[in-house]
């Protein structure tokens, strides 16, 4: 639980604070906006929630945050929050909150279909997650984007049986039990309006998840800005190869969707699929060396 104690100097007055556990993963900004803010290299609350809406969305970020680096002043009752998640971002995809320390607080997603839910990343297992999880069909697939996003895939596996599914270039001794190992550069149609993507860049066997032409989930190949201005890729967080990473994103021009979903970074929704085609070549050419410009 957070400390009052070690709260941080630059937090609003008031009833929320985050303390000095805070890793930044940036978790707390994207559920409660405007109340939790970046701040020399940290999150911070800039401002006391206005009304209860507010509020309830603060709590969130409070049972979401991956290190209980939120915390309140007096004692406060959060079990209307937990209750919120699984969270419905679109038609039958939600954000499961409950980040894990073990991902750097990375957003994981379930996605609600007749052919079984599948997980995309791992959530923190909690108990009031899983539960609300099992409430809405359990999972039958978990997709994994990358080696630094698996979290408590192994925990979530024993309760839901789930067919977990990596690139066997990211496959670790942590991983090494995962059912199916995805292989090569070319795309796999997994049935049911799922299409996995490999994309090497950030890692040797980073992969992303299309569904249905209209969500793209990335991992950490691709996302959105805070600020919604639009998208954009890390170079200082690819772990594996920028050329490769840029390659990979060009081969993306191929695919329609107007959501991009990603483990770290905003959520992201353009207008039409052109209107996303149009600025992912914006995003990738600013990847390609100037020469190539």
């Given at each position: 639980?957070?400390?009052?104690?070690?709260?941080?100097?630059?937090?609003?007055?008031?009833?929320?604070?985050?303390?000095?556990?805070?890793?930044?993963?940036?978790?707390?900004?994207?559920?409660?906006?405007?109340?939790?803010?970046?701040?020399?290299?940290?999150?911070?609350?800039?401002?006391?929630?206005?009304?209860?809406?507010?509020?309830?969305?603060?709590?969130?970020?409070?049972?979401?945050?991956?290190?209980?680096?939120?915390?309140t002043?007096?004692?406060?009752?959060?079990?209307?929050?937990?209750?919120?998640?699984p969270?419905?971002?679109?038609?039958?995809?939600?954000?499961?909150?409950?980040?894990?320390?073990?991902?750097?607080?990375a957003?994981?997603?379930?996605?609600r279909?007749?052919?079984?839910?599948?997980?995309?990343?791992?959530?923190?297992?909690?108990?009031?997650?899983?539960?609300?999880?099992?409430?809405?069909?359990?999972?039958?697939?978990?997709?994994?984007?990358?080696?630094?996003?698996?979290?408590?895939?192994?925990?979530?596996?024993?309760?839901?049986?789930?067919?977990?599914?990596?690139?066997?270039?990211?496959?670790?001794?942590?991983?090494?039990?995962?059912?199916?190992?995805?292989?090569?550069?070319?795309?796999?149609?997994?049935?049911?309006?799922?299409i996995?993507?490999?994309?090497?860049?950030?890692?040797?066997?980073?992969?992303?998840?299309?569904y249905?032409?209209?969500?793209?989930?990335?991992g950490?190949?691709?996302?959105?800005?805070?600020?919604?201005?639009?998208?954009?890729?890390?170079?200082?967080?690819?772990?594996?190869?920028?050329?490769?990473?840029?390659?990979?994103?060009?081969?993306?021009?191929?695919?329609?969707?107007?959501?991009?979903?990603?483990?770290?970074?905003?959520?992201?929704?353009?207008?039409?699929?052109?209107?996303?085609?149009?600025?992912?070549?914006?995003?990738?050419?600013?990847?390609?060396?100037?020469?190539?410009?």
């Amino acid at each position: 639980m957070a400390r009052i104690e070690a709260r941080l100097p630059d937090n609003a007055p008031g009833e929320f604070f985050v303390d000095d556990t805070c890793i930044d993963c940036a978790t707390c900004r994207q559920v409660a906006p405007g109340v939790f803010v970046p701040s020399h290299g940290l999150t911070v609350v800039g401002r006391q929630p206005a009304g209860e809406v507010e509020r309830q969305r603060s709590l969130m970020a409070l049972v979401a945050c991956p290190t209980a680096s939120i915390g309140t002043v007096g004692r406060t009752d959060a079990r209307a929050a937990v209750r919120r998640f699984p969270e419905e971002v679109a038609e039958g995809v939600y954000y499961c909150g409950f980040a894990s320390p073990h991902s750097y607080g990375a957003s994981s997603y379930l996605i609600r279909r007749a052919q079984g839910n599948v997980l995309v990343d791992s959530p923190r297992a909690a108990g009031p997650l899983l539960d609300a999880i099992e409430r809405l069909g359990g999972v039958r697939h978990m997709f994994l984007t990358h080696r630094d996003d698996v979290a408590d895939h192994a925990a979530i596996h024993r309760r839901f049986g789930c067919e977990r599914i990596l690139h066997e270039r990211d496959v670790t001794p942590e991983t090494a039990g995962v059912e199916r190992r995805l292989e090569g550069d070319e795309a796999v149609a997994l049935g049911g309006g799922l299409i996995a993507i490999p994309a090497p860049g950030h890692t040797p066997g980073s992969a992303v998840l299309s569904y249905r032409d209209a969500f793209l989930f990335t991992g950490d190949h691709l996302m959105g800005r805070e600020d919604g201005s639009g998208l954009y890729a890390s170079r200082s967080v690819c772990w594996y190869s920028w050329p490769e990473q840029t390659r990979s994103m060009e081969r993306l021009l191929e695919y329609s969707f107007e959501w991009v979903l990603p483990g770290h970074g905003a959520r992201y929704r353009a207008a039409s699929p052109e209107a996303m085609r149009v600025e992912l070549r914006r995003v990738v050419a600013g990847m390609r060396p100037s020469r190539d410009r």
